[in-house]
């Protein structure tokens, strides 16, 4: 071990670094690709890729500082020093979202493939870094979340690492309406429908709700596939207000309140 750091130690070290960004982002690519076509286990494929990102930049760190560098303790302890220094004077939030994914690995708020809720962000999971989180919104948008926030953020998983996931669909209609008959109506909907999942742990609930100018017909089930949230939901509507105008129960009327 020699006192001082050259350029061929530096160059070895920035090189361990690059061959492992370039073996992560090969290994993503294939299991992203391989759980695309094992649908039933996609989420469950998808879990190992952030295991994997922590798992191998760890050892390079540690090829690093033990095989390359070779530092003594003293200079572990001096590096460890200004490593402090450095995160108390700028990097204070980059180091935060190293250990929230660290957290995130551990504790498993979400997962990759998750449908999640984060502040006003909604979207599914497509990766979990080594600093941020990033999910596909409704508009198909790819929106970078900091993995500290979730040390002060409220996450909600819709699907909590499972492929099907609980939709709620209402429909509205008048006070008059028969409640039996539209109730069955959606029901009916939900259960004919190719995005439907039923099983002992997942029934179809459907609730009738009452508010001073409409009846709420609430349905409550899972969707097959967490991605066909919106057209299981669609579907669900179409039919059921196709039913609805064929049994003449209608939707509510607007309400003119007079002083």
Not at 31 to 59: A, C, D, N, T
Not at 126 to 141: A, C
């Amino acid at each position: 071990m020699t006192s001082l750091i050259g350029i061929d130690t530096i160059l070895s070290a920035i090189t361990i670094l690059i061959v492992a960004y370039i073996l992560i982002r090969i290994i993503t690519l294939l299991l992203q690709h391989f759980s695309e076509r094992v649908l039933q286990y996609r989420i469950h494929v998808k879990m190992l890729i952030p295991l994997l990102k922590f798992s191998i930049y760890g050892i390079a760190l540690y090829i690093i500082f033990a095989k390359v560098l070779q530092l003594s303790y003293e200079q572990l302890t001096i590096f460890g020093a200004l490593f402090g220094a450095a995160i108390g004077f700028g990097i204070k939030d980059l180091f935060a979202g190293v250990i929230g994914g660290i957290v995130i690995m551990l504790v498993k708020p979400y997962q990759m493939g998750d449908k999640i809720r984060m502040g006003e962000q909604y979207g599914e999971v497509s990766d979990i870094g080594l600093i941020s989180t990033k999910i596909v919104t409704l508009d198909d948008n790819l929106v970078s979340i900091p993995n500290y926030l979730v040390f002060t953020q409220t996450v909600a998983s819709a699907n909590a690492g499972h492929r099907e996931m609980m939709v709620v669909i209402d429909m509205f209609v008048n006070n008059d309406s028969d409640t039996g008959l539209a109730s069955r109506i959606l029901k009916e909907a939900v259960i004919t429908s190719k995005y439907v999942f039923i099983s002992e742990k997942h029934p179809v609930t459907v609730l009738v709700k009452e508010y001073p100018y409409y009846l709420r017909i609430r349905a409550k089930v899972y969707v097959n596939d967490l991605r066909y949230e919106f057209e299981f939901e669609s579907d669900v509507t179409m039919r059921t207000l196709a039913e609805f105008a064929r049994n003449g129960i209608t939707s509510p009327e607007m309400k003119i309140i007079e002083n």
